[in-house]
């Protein structure tokens, strides 16, 4: 039996709508996240303990950290290169499945009173976003409309972390950092290059303990965890102790510090989902009484007012970040081109490989498994409640659809929209790494400038003049040092 370990409960929180995915839909929507018996969604801990190995992997840097992540996670039998066997390992490193919180902060899995409590209904619902499937050309493939379900932004996990002592020596307080270091800013769950899956460590609420069960008091308060798990919460100590390392997740020295771009709107805005939500305010139904309204997308989130006490936002827009990483893909393939001077020969999914990822496919054209992920990740920009309300955003604008074979109107064919009017966006933004070909962070780097200089796009209606926006192109001084490594 193991003497001595480090125990510690976890509460983080989701920045980013998370999706954690079973791999199928329900027959009303495509792609479900995890959820219990109960409805409520939780954090597998294989999921958690996978994503600590991953970034502590991604993060090491020497001889010692590897051998610390094989003895904290342990190994199997594996031939070694002059003909020996690697000894397989057990894990010292042991990961509770997360709990979702409720609106006291309280943890709860299988439950049969959601629907009284607001943050577990809004939990067990989902938010859903419409997609389209993109093909190896990088456009819209015809055959790939698609909707995606996701943990809402501001939920809450809470989930026990332990680290036996190796043998009978006590804990290594190195490895006890390494653990802290690798929760500081982990990503987690589908999409984590396209905004969602951003957690942060809610330090405040942290509890751990070092372990010495040769010691009567541990040993005593081992045996109250053991019968009464929730009760051990108030005897461990606080986040006092918590100290974990201050660092994005997989930093390295070719990565690009998050950078937050300032936007502002110079017209019209509209990212549409066009689902209509219940409570918007009259503006937005009037829009939507028309034929085929497009509706700018919008969802509610969770607000924490204090650690005990959480509540739900009001129906908030936002610009999702797969809409820019979109605009940016298309734009950075434009200039990896005029760079070449020449066509690229290959298609837009391998020539922006290194920097947006890939996905491989087989010779049908179907997904193939072994693709590659990219290094940008760009957040969702969520945006106040006054840019729903804004005085020249009160009124839809109304459009007549246009016959493609003749030109002219179609009878019947009255529509509205309903854009945000120059919103200001704040686009977070890393890197976290740097591709070997100079051409093709030189050709990202423009795509950065034509979006701060009003020459890109984001949403619809460019071709009306929407979309547009323009910032200060010295915000790009950490791209600059970026792309002449």
């Given at each position: 039996m193991k003497q001595h370990f480090w125990l510690a409960r976890v509460t983080i929180q989701a920045d980013a709508p998370l999706h954690i995915g079973t791999g199928a839909g329900d027959g009303l929507r495509d792609a479900l996240y995890v959820r219990g018996m109960g409805g409520l969604p939780f954090l597998p801990a294989t999921s958690l303990a996978g994503v600590l190995r991953a970034v502590m992997q991604a993060s090491a840097g020497c001889a010692e950290d590897q051998a610390r992540i094989v003895s904290l996670f342990g190994s199997?039998?594996?031939?070694?290169?002059?003909g020996s066997s690697q000894r397989a390992r057990a894990s010292r490193l042991f990961v509770s499945a997360g709990h979702v919180q409720d609106q006291r902060g309280v943890p709860r899995g299988l439950d049969d009173k959601v629907d009284s409590d607001p943050i577990l209904s809004l939990c067990a619902a989902g938010a859903t976003r419409d997609h389209v499937a993109i093909s190896g050309a990088g456009v819209a493939?015809?055959?790939?409309?698609?909707d995606w379900t996701s943990v809402p932004r501001g939920a809450r996990f809470s989930f026990d972390l332990r680290i036996d002592g190796d043998g009978d020596r006590p804990v290594d307080p190195r490895d006890v950092a390494a653990a802290k270091a690798a929760l500081a800013g982990m990503r987690m769950g589908a999409k984590t290059r396209s905004g969602l899956g951003r957690l942060t460590v809610k330090e405040a609420l942290c509890s751990e303990r070092y372990f010495d069960l040769g010691k009567s008091e541990d040993r005593e308060l081992w045996r109250t965890f053991t019968r009464r798990p929730a009760e051990l919460v108030d005897k461990l100590s606080g986040a006092a102790n918590w100290t974990p390392s201050r660092?994005?997740?997989?930093q390295r020295a070719s990565s690009v510090q998050p950078v937050t771009l300032r936007l502002?709107?110079?017209?019209?805005?509209?990212?549409?989902?066009?689902?209509?939500?219940?409570?918007?305010?009259?503006?937005?139904?009037?829009?939507?009484?028309?034929?085929?309204?497009?509706?700018?997308?919008?969802?509610r989130c969770i607000e924490w007012k204090t650690d005990k006490a959480a509540a739900l936002s009001e129906v908030l827009p936002l610009v999702p970040a797969s809409g820019i990483k979109g605009a940016l893909r298309h734009r950075t393939l434009f200039h990896l081109r005029?760079?070449?001077?020449?066509?690229?020969?290959?298609?837009?999914?391998?020539?922006?490989?290194?920097?947006?990822?890939?996905?491989?496919?087989g010779?049908?054209?179907?997904?193939?498994?072994?693709?590659?992920?990219?290094?940008?990740?760009?957040?969702?920009?969520?945006?106040?409640?006054?840019?729903l309300t804004a005085k020249e955003s009160s009124g839809a604008l109304t459009h007549v659809s246009l016959d493609r074979f003749t030109g002219g109107p179609l009878l019947g064919a009255l529509f509205g929209e309903a854009p945000l009017y120059r919103p200001e966006l704040k686009v977070r933004i890393a890197v976290l790494g740097r591709p070997a070909?100079?051409?093709?962070?030189?050709?990202?780097?423009?795509a950065l400038r034509d979006l701060l200089e009003g020459r890109l796009a984001l949403g619809t209606g460019r071709n009306a003049g929407h979309g547009f926006c323009t910032g200060d192109v010295k915000q790009?001084?950490?791209f600059r040092r970026w792309v002449e490594g």
């Open positions: 199997i039998d594996a031939p070694r290169d002059n493939d015809g055959r790939g409309k698609y660092h994005e997740v997989h502002q709107a110079q017209d019209y805005l509209l990212v549409g989902q066009g689902v209509p939500q219940d409570d918007l305010d009259h503006h937005w139904n009037k829009a939507r009484s028309k034929a085929r309204a497009k509706l700018p997308i919008t969802e005029r760079l070449a001077g020449t066509e690229v020969d290959q298609l837009p999914g391998e020539a922006l490989a290194d920097l947006f990822g890939s996905i491989k496919r010779e049908d054209g179907d997904e193939d498994g072994g693709g590659q992920a990219g290094l940008v990740f760009i957040d969702d920009v969520w945006l106040p409640r006054s840019a070909d100079q051409s093709l962070r030189k050709a990202f780097i423009f790009l001084g950490e």
